[in-house]
T-cell receptor, first 112, second 113 residues
Framework: DTGVSQNPRHKITKRGQNVTFRCDPI?????LYWYRQTLGQGPEFLTY????????KSRLLSDRFSAERPKGSFSTLEIQRTEQGDSAMYLC???FGQGAQHFGDGTRLSIL | GQQLNQSPQSMFIQEGEDVSMNCTSS?????WLWYKQDPGEGPVLLIA?????ELTSNGRLTAQFGITRKDSFLNISASIPSDVGIYFC?????????????FGQGTTLQVKP
């Protein structure tokens, strides 16, 4: 499968814990995006990378959130001190330049 | 956050019927995309539109990029049960380095066999 891969698919954690998600983009894609989707809504943009550079961050990305793409390939999204409101589907997408974005199947985060 | 206005919110149709849904915005976009999402999965790209006035087909699906750059529509002809799902429009401004997509709220399609 050469699509966007996200791990884990599901994560259940207690409030206050830290969590980290991983995204492996389509191999030839130089741009990688993170979105958050809550029930009944469309995805909302969080941040994106071109190669290893983080070029844009949404105001939704509070200081408890950090994303990295150290070698310009896979990316990680970490949430520190999780809160109930962080429960959502976290989606990763990739593209080549400004071409169409292709999404992974997401990581569903549930905060107890 | 900013979202596109997508309508209708939901549709319940008979198998074989044609379907039309649209997306509008107060802002201009340089790219419009249509995605389909099934429960527990990520959005799957259906059609991408890059030029105002462009009309593009993908099998039974046809989408158009509005001439004003502020709207787009998606048509599905001769619907089948596997068309069930949530359809999202997304716009991309494409100016400078911004890469983010802005999504509509989705149209939930149900097809009765």
């Amino acid at each position: 499968d050469t699509g966007v891969s996200q791990n884990p698919r599901h994560k259940i954690t207690k409030r206050g814990q830290n969590v980290t998600f991983r995204c492996d983009p389509i191999s030839e894609h130089n741009r990688l995006y993170w979105y958050r989707q809550t029930l009944g809504q469309g995805p909302e943009f969080l941040t994106y990378f071109q190669n290893e550079a983080q070029l844009e961050k949404s105001r939704l990305l509070s200081d408890r959130f950090s994303a990295e793409r150290p070698k310009g390939s896979f990316s990680t999204l970490e949430i520190q001190r999780t809160e109930q409101g962080d429960s959502a589907m976290y989606l990763c997408a990739s593209s080549f330049g400004q071409g169409a974005q292709h999404f992974g199947d997401g990581t569903r985060l549930s905060i107890l | 956050g900013q979202q596109l206005n997508q309508s209708p919110q939901s549709m319940f149709i008979q198998e074989g019927e044609d379907v039309s849904m649209n997306c509008t915005s107060s802002s201009i976009f340089n790219t419009w995309l249509w995605y389909k999402q099934d429960p527990g999965e990520g959005p799957v790209l259906l059609i991408a539109l890059y030029k105002a006035g462009e009309l593009t087909s993908n099998g039974r699906l046809t989408a158009q990029f509005g001439i004003t750059r502020k709207d787009s529509f998606l048509n599905i002809s001769a619907s089948i049960p596997s068309d069930v799902g949530i359809y999202f429009c997304a716009g991309q401004k494409g100016s400078g380095n911004t890469g983010k997509l802005i999504f509509g709220q989705g149209t939930t399609l149900q097809v009765k066999p």
